[in-house]
């Protein structure tokens, strides 16, 4: 499996709270993902990174916001959760360009949150 | 735009069957990746397989191999001696070769093996 940590795992917490999910990869990858998938459904890009201080909006319009500071730090913010963010949400990272398999995205556990 | 394309939202396979799951594609580009991804219940979304396009020969690891057919834009995927452990969702990818470029996920289907 690959090197890439999402925390917490599983989220409850009540609407208006802001929350930050925690996404880190120890391979060095400069290219990280930010996908929502909600139960038995497709992905779909929310947020990509393709270096530090670099990022940009999926394809998918969310109302969460990202930040990369660090290389292998990639962090999701939502500053006032809604129960229609109630979903899961994958990280993934790959290798730069002229780098083997830098095709390849490797996920993250997920973090399945809930807004009550 | 890639659109990428599961018919079948599950299936079913006795163990130590064989089960082949399809996916068809939409692209003009010529250069071009495509993926197989499992996601088992609860569990950490893995790469299964990937193809190149400009490869004519199937890929193949170990009981997963695909069937690309170019010119049909298919991607089928096979599981040979299906295990229970092989019960899982499986997401068919697009990624169009260049530098950053995004994949594009089918809408996956759901694959139960019985015991």
């Known amino acids: 499996e690959a090197d890439i940590y999402q925390t917490p795992r599983y989220l409850v917490i009540g609407t208006g709270k802001k929350i930050t999910l925690e996404c880190s990869q120890t391979m060095g990858h400069d290219k990280m993902y930010w996908y929502q998938q909600d139960p038995g459904m497709e992905l779909h890009l929310i947020h990509y990174?393709?270096?530090?201080?670099?990022?940009e909006k999926g394809d998918l319009s969310s109302e969460s916001t990202v930040s990369r500071i660090r290389t292998e730090h990639f962090p999701l913010t939502l500053e006032s959760a809604r129960p229609s963010h109630t979903s899961q949400y994958l990280c993934?990272?790959?290798?730069?360009?002229?780098?083997?398999?830098?095709?390849?995205?490797?996920f993250g556990p997920g973090t399945r949150l809930t807004v009550l | 735009a890639q659109t990428v394309t599961q018919s079948q939202p599950e299936m079913s396979v006795q163990e130590a069957e064989t089960v082949t799951l399809s996916c068809t594609y939409d692209?003009?580009?010529?250069?071009?990746?495509l993926f197989w991804y499992k996601q088992p219940p609860s569990r950490q979304m893995i790469l299964v397989i990937r193809q190149e396009a400009y490869k004519q020969q199937n890929a193949t690891e170990n009981r997963f191999s695909v069937n690309f057919q170019k010119a049909a834009k298919s991607f089928s995927l096979k599981i040979s001696d299906s295990q229970l452990g092989d019960t899982a969702m499986y997401f068919c990818a697009f990624m169009k070769s260049g530098a950053n470029s995004k994949l594009t996920f089918g809408k996956g289907i759901t694959l139960s093996v019985r015991p």
């Open positions: 990174s393709y270096g530090v201080n670099s990022t």
């Open positions: 993934a990272s790959s290798e730069s360009v002229g780098k083997p398999s830098q095709d390849t995205q490797y």
């Open positions: 692209t003009s580009e010529n250069n071009y990746y």
